[in-house]
Protein backbone atom coordinates (compact mmCIF):
# COMPACT_ATOMS: atom_id res chain seq x y z
CA UNK A 1 0.00 0.00 0.00
CA UNK A 2 1.20 3.65 -1.06
CA UNK A 3 2.13 6.03 1.79
CA UNK A 4 -1.16 8.30 0.26
CA UNK A 5 -3.09 5.39 0.38
CA UNK A 6 -2.40 5.04 4.42
CA UNK A 7 -2.96 8.76 5.35
CA UNK A 8 -5.96 8.77 3.47
CA UNK A 9 -7.43 6.59 5.27
CA UNK A 10 -6.18 7.49 8.43
CA UNK A 11 -8.10 11.16 7.73
CA UNK A 12 -10.84 9.39 7.03
CA UNK A 13 -10.61 6.99 10.04
CA UNK A 14 -10.03 10.41 12.03
CA UNK A 15 -13.27 12.08 10.64
CA UNK A 16 -15.18 9.53 12.30
CA UNK A 17 -13.23 8.83 15.78
CA UNK A 18 -11.90 11.24 18.19
CA UNK A 19 -8.06 9.14 18.38
CA UNK A 20 -6.79 6.37 17.23
CA UNK A 21 -4.18 3.99 18.55
CA UNK A 22 -0.72 2.96 16.32
CA UNK A 23 -1.30 -0.75 16.98
CA UNK A 24 -4.90 -0.11 15.43
CA UNK A 25 -3.65 1.46 12.66
CA UNK A 26 -0.85 -0.96 11.76
CA UNK A 27 -3.30 -3.75 11.91
CA UNK A 28 -5.93 -2.06 9.66
CA UNK A 29 -3.76 -0.92 7.25
CA UNK A 30 -1.90 -4.22 7.47
CA UNK A 31 1.67 -1.95 7.73
CA UNK A 32 4.42 -2.18 10.80
CA UNK A 33 3.84 0.11 13.66
CA UNK A 34 7.14 1.93 12.56
CA UNK A 35 5.53 2.81 9.09
CA UNK A 36 2.58 3.65 10.54
CA UNK A 37 4.58 6.53 13.26
CA UNK A 38 6.41 7.81 10.07
CA UNK A 39 3.36 8.36 8.12
CA UNK A 40 1.37 10.24 11.23
CA UNK A 41 4.54 11.84 11.72
CA UNK A 42 4.40 13.44 8.12
CA UNK A 43 0.64 14.17 8.58
CA UNK A 44 1.88 15.81 12.11
CA UNK A 45 4.10 17.79 9.65
CA UNK A 46 1.49 18.67 7.58
CA UNK A 47 -0.56 20.49 10.21
CA UNK A 48 -3.56 17.80 9.68
CA UNK A 49 -2.82 15.49 12.75
CA UNK A 50 -1.62 15.95 16.54
CA UNK A 51 0.45 13.63 17.85
CA UNK A 52 -0.47 11.18 21.34
CA UNK A 53 1.25 8.99 23.56
CA UNK A 54 0.39 5.93 21.17
CA UNK A 55 -1.78 7.09 18.64
CA UNK A 56 -2.82 10.42 17.10
CA UNK A 57 -5.80 13.05 17.21
CA UNK A 58 -7.56 14.88 14.28
CA UNK A 59 -6.31 18.84 14.28
CA UNK A 60 -9.72 20.27 13.62
CA UNK A 61 -8.52 23.47 12.74
CA UNK A 62 -7.05 22.10 9.92
CA UNK A 63 -9.00 18.62 9.44
CA UNK A 64 -12.05 20.13 8.82
CA UNK A 65 -13.46 18.03 5.98
CA UNK A 66 -12.26 14.70 4.58
CA UNK A 67 -12.78 16.39 1.01
CA UNK A 68 -10.16 18.94 1.95
CA UNK A 69 -7.80 16.60 3.41
CA UNK A 70 -7.89 14.70 0.55
CA UNK A 71 -7.24 18.04 -1.88
CA UNK A 72 -4.11 18.72 0.70
CA UNK A 73 -2.61 15.23 0.26
CA UNK A 74 -2.54 14.98 -3.56
CA UNK A 75 -1.19 13.05 -6.37
CA UNK A 76 2.38 15.02 -5.93
CA UNK A 77 2.71 13.53 -2.45
CA UNK A 78 2.36 10.06 -3.83
CA UNK A 79 5.90 9.40 -5.15
CA UNK A 80 8.39 11.28 -2.64
CA UNK A 81 7.02 8.99 0.67
CA UNK A 82 7.21 5.75 -1.03
CA UNK A 83 8.73 3.27 2.04
CA UNK A 84 12.25 1.94 1.19
CA UNK A 85 12.08 3.77 -2.69
CA UNK A 86 16.09 3.31 -3.13
CA UNK A 87 15.64 -0.48 -2.43
CA UNK A 88 12.61 -0.59 -4.48
CA UNK A 89 14.27 1.24 -7.40
CA UNK A 90 16.99 -1.26 -6.68
CA UNK A 91 14.66 -4.33 -7.44
CA UNK A 92 13.55 -2.49 -10.72
CA UNK A 93 16.99 -1.65 -12.44
CA UNK A 94 17.43 -5.38 -11.76
CA UNK A 95 14.10 -6.58 -13.17
CA UNK A 96 14.64 -4.53 -16.28
CA UNK A 97 18.13 -6.33 -17.10
CA UNK A 98 15.91 -9.03 -17.84
CA UNK A 99 13.71 -6.99 -20.69
CA UNK A 100 14.45 -7.67 -23.97
CA UNK A 101 12.89 -5.66 -26.97
CA UNK A 102 9.34 -6.48 -28.43
CA UNK A 103 8.31 -7.79 -25.16
CA UNK A 104 5.15 -7.35 -24.04
CA UNK A 105 4.87 -7.03 -19.80
CA UNK A 106 2.57 -7.07 -17.16
CA UNK A 107 3.48 -4.57 -14.57
CA UNK A 108 1.40 -5.07 -11.30
CA UNK A 109 -0.02 -2.61 -9.02
CA UNK A 110 2.10 -1.57 -6.32
CA UNK A 111 5.03 -0.07 -4.82
CA UNK A 112 7.89 -2.00 -5.81
CA UNK A 113 7.18 -2.16 -9.28
CA UNK A 114 6.72 1.57 -9.69
CA UNK A 115 9.86 2.77 -10.98
CA UNK A 116 10.07 0.00 -13.47
CA UNK A 117 9.58 1.92 -16.70
CA UNK A 118 12.29 4.70 -15.38
CA UNK A 119 14.35 1.56 -15.21
CA UNK A 120 14.11 0.62 -18.90
CA UNK A 121 16.61 1.48 -21.81
CA UNK A 122 15.72 3.88 -24.18
CA UNK A 123 16.80 1.55 -27.04
CA UNK A 124 14.71 -1.27 -26.17
CA UNK A 125 11.03 -1.15 -27.94
CA UNK A 126 9.05 -2.10 -25.31
CA UNK A 127 4.85 -2.51 -24.17
CA UNK A 128 4.03 -2.09 -20.47
CA UNK A 129 0.61 -3.15 -20.05
CA UNK A 130 -0.77 -2.95 -16.10
CA UNK A 131 -4.21 -1.46 -14.01
CA UNK A 132 -1.93 0.46 -11.84
CA UNK A 133 -2.74 4.52 -12.42
CA UNK A 134 -0.27 5.36 -10.38
CA UNK A 135 2.44 3.40 -11.87
CA UNK A 136 1.26 4.44 -15.80
CA UNK A 137 1.20 8.64 -14.00
CA UNK A 138 5.07 8.00 -12.89
CA UNK A 139 5.95 5.78 -16.16
CA UNK A 140 4.68 8.53 -18.61
CA UNK A 141 6.71 11.52 -16.78
CA UNK A 142 9.60 9.84 -18.28
CA UNK A 143 8.35 10.50 -22.17
CA UNK A 144 10.09 7.73 -23.53
CA UNK A 145 8.77 6.87 -26.88
CA UNK A 146 10.39 3.70 -26.92
CA UNK A 147 7.63 2.53 -24.11
CA UNK A 148 3.77 1.81 -25.69
CA UNK A 149 1.49 1.89 -22.30
CA UNK A 150 -1.74 0.02 -22.58
CA UNK A 151 -4.23 1.13 -19.62
CA UNK A 152 -6.76 -2.01 -18.37
CA UNK A 153 -9.60 -0.47 -18.50
CA UNK A 154 -12.61 -1.36 -15.30
CA UNK A 155 -13.58 0.15 -12.09
CA UNK A 156 -11.25 2.72 -10.89
CA UNK A 157 -10.43 2.21 -6.80
CA UNK A 158 -9.22 5.89 -5.98
CA UNK A 159 -7.52 4.52 -2.57
CA UNK A 160 -5.93 1.73 -4.22
CA UNK A 161 -5.16 4.10 -7.76
CA UNK A 162 -5.88 0.90 -9.53
CA UNK A 163 -9.02 -0.35 -11.90
CA UNK A 164 -10.55 -4.13 -11.41
CA UNK A 165 -13.49 -5.88 -12.84
CA UNK A 166 -15.61 -7.72 -15.03
CA UNK A 167 -14.17 -5.26 -17.53
CA UNK A 168 -10.38 -5.58 -16.61
CA UNK A 169 -10.81 -9.00 -16.88
CA UNK A 170 -12.58 -8.86 -20.65
CA UNK A 171 -9.47 -6.27 -21.43
CA UNK A 172 -6.66 -8.81 -20.23
CA UNK A 173 -8.14 -11.63 -22.42
CA UNK A 174 -6.23 -9.96 -25.50
CA UNK A 175 -2.90 -9.99 -24.25
CA UNK A 176 -0.57 -13.16 -23.55
CA UNK A 177 2.67 -10.66 -22.08
CA UNK A 178 5.86 -12.33 -22.41
CA UNK A 179 6.77 -11.34 -18.71
CA UNK A 180 4.99 -10.18 -15.41
CA UNK A 181 6.76 -8.55 -13.20
CA UNK A 182 4.92 -8.54 -9.95
CA UNK A 183 5.08 -7.84 -6.17
CA UNK A 184 3.58 -9.06 -2.73
CA UNK A 185 2.65 -8.48 0.71
CA UNK A 186 4.69 -11.86 1.70
CA UNK A 187 6.26 -14.92 0.20
CA UNK A 188 6.79 -18.43 2.79
CA UNK A 189 6.90 -21.91 1.79
CA UNK A 190 3.74 -22.55 3.80
CA UNK A 191 1.63 -20.21 2.28
CA UNK A 192 2.87 -19.52 -1.08
CA UNK A 193 2.98 -15.83 -2.52
CA UNK A 194 0.21 -13.88 -0.64
CA UNK A 195 -1.30 -10.30 -1.04
CA UNK A 196 -3.31 -7.80 0.90
CA UNK A 197 -5.79 -6.21 -1.21
CA UNK A 198 -8.36 -8.84 -3.05
CA UNK A 199 -8.96 -6.90 -6.13
CA UNK A 200 -5.58 -5.88 -7.07
CA UNK A 201 -4.99 -9.88 -6.81
CA UNK A 202 -7.52 -11.08 -8.63
CA UNK A 203 -5.68 -9.14 -11.80
CA UNK A 204 -2.41 -9.96 -10.84
CA UNK A 205 -3.62 -13.80 -11.11
CA UNK A 206 -5.43 -13.17 -14.26
CA UNK A 207 -2.36 -11.71 -15.98
CA UNK A 208 0.01 -14.26 -14.28
CA UNK A 209 -2.05 -17.04 -15.64
CA UNK A 210 -1.76 -15.48 -19.41
CA UNK A 211 2.21 -14.50 -18.61
CA UNK A 212 4.92 -17.02 -20.00
CA UNK A 213 7.79 -15.92 -17.21
CA UNK A 214 6.99 -14.91 -13.70
CA UNK A 215 9.27 -12.49 -11.93
CA UNK A 216 8.54 -11.56 -8.05
CA UNK A 217 10.24 -8.47 -7.05
CA UNK A 218 9.94 -8.72 -3.28
CA UNK A 219 12.86 -7.11 -0.60
CA UNK A 220 13.91 -9.54 2.32
CA UNK A 221 11.59 -8.54 4.57
CA UNK A 222 8.58 -9.85 2.77
CA UNK A 223 10.35 -13.44 3.43
CA UNK A 224 9.15 -12.55 7.24
CA UNK A 225 5.23 -11.46 6.27
CA UNK A 226 2.31 -13.46 5.59
CA UNK A 227 -0.84 -11.22 3.08
CA UNK A 228 -4.43 -12.05 3.79
CA UNK A 229 -5.51 -13.41 -0.06
CA UNK A 230 -3.50 -16.02 -1.80
CA UNK A 231 -1.88 -15.13 -5.39
CA UNK A 232 0.47 -17.59 -6.94
CA UNK A 233 2.00 -20.99 -5.99
CA UNK A 234 6.02 -20.79 -5.42
CA UNK A 235 6.29 -23.30 -8.60
CA UNK A 236 4.64 -20.49 -11.13
CA UNK A 237 7.37 -18.50 -10.45
CA UNK A 238 10.35 -18.17 -12.66
CA UNK A 239 12.26 -15.53 -10.90
CA UNK A 240 12.33 -13.73 -7.61
CA UNK A 241 14.62 -10.43 -7.53
CA UNK A 242 15.45 -9.82 -4.19
CA UNK A 243 17.38 -6.98 -2.30
CA UNK A 244 19.96 -9.64 0.02
CA UNK A 245 20.24 -13.00 0.44
CA UNK A 246 20.65 -13.22 4.80
CA UNK A 247 21.34 -16.74 7.16
CA UNK A 248 18.03 -16.16 8.73
CA UNK A 249 15.74 -17.06 5.92
CA UNK A 250 15.94 -20.73 4.54
CA UNK A 251 15.51 -19.92 0.49
CA UNK A 252 15.20 -24.31 0.03
CA UNK A 253 11.67 -23.60 -1.77
CA UNK A 254 12.34 -22.05 -3.91
CA UNK A 255 15.48 -23.72 -5.27
CA UNK A 256 13.08 -26.85 -4.93
CA UNK A 257 10.41 -25.60 -7.25
CA UNK A 258 13.59 -24.64 -9.68
CA UNK A 259 12.80 -20.55 -8.48
CA UNK A 260 15.77 -18.76 -9.67
CA UNK A 261 16.57 -16.34 -7.12
CA UNK A 262 18.90 -13.03 -7.73
CA UNK A 263 19.65 -9.74 -5.96
CA UNK A 264 19.90 -6.54 -6.87
CA UNK A 265 23.13 -5.75 -4.56
Known amino acids: MYAIERKREILRLLSQHSTLRVNFLAEHLDASRETIRRDLTELQNEGLVKRIHGGVTANHASLSTESQ ?54 GIDVTLIS ?17 TYVCLGGILT ?41 DDATVKKHMIDRSFEVFLLADHTKFSQNGQVFLVPIDRLN ?27
Open 69 to 122: TLDIINESSLYPHIQDSDVKRKLCQKAASYIKPGDMIYVDNSSTTIFLAECIPD
Open 158 to 198: VNSLSTHGPMTVKDIEEYYPNKAFISCSGVSSIRSVTDSAI
Open 131 to 147: NSIAFLTEAVKYQKPNI
Open 239 to 265: YVITDTLTQDIDYTFLIDANVRIETSE
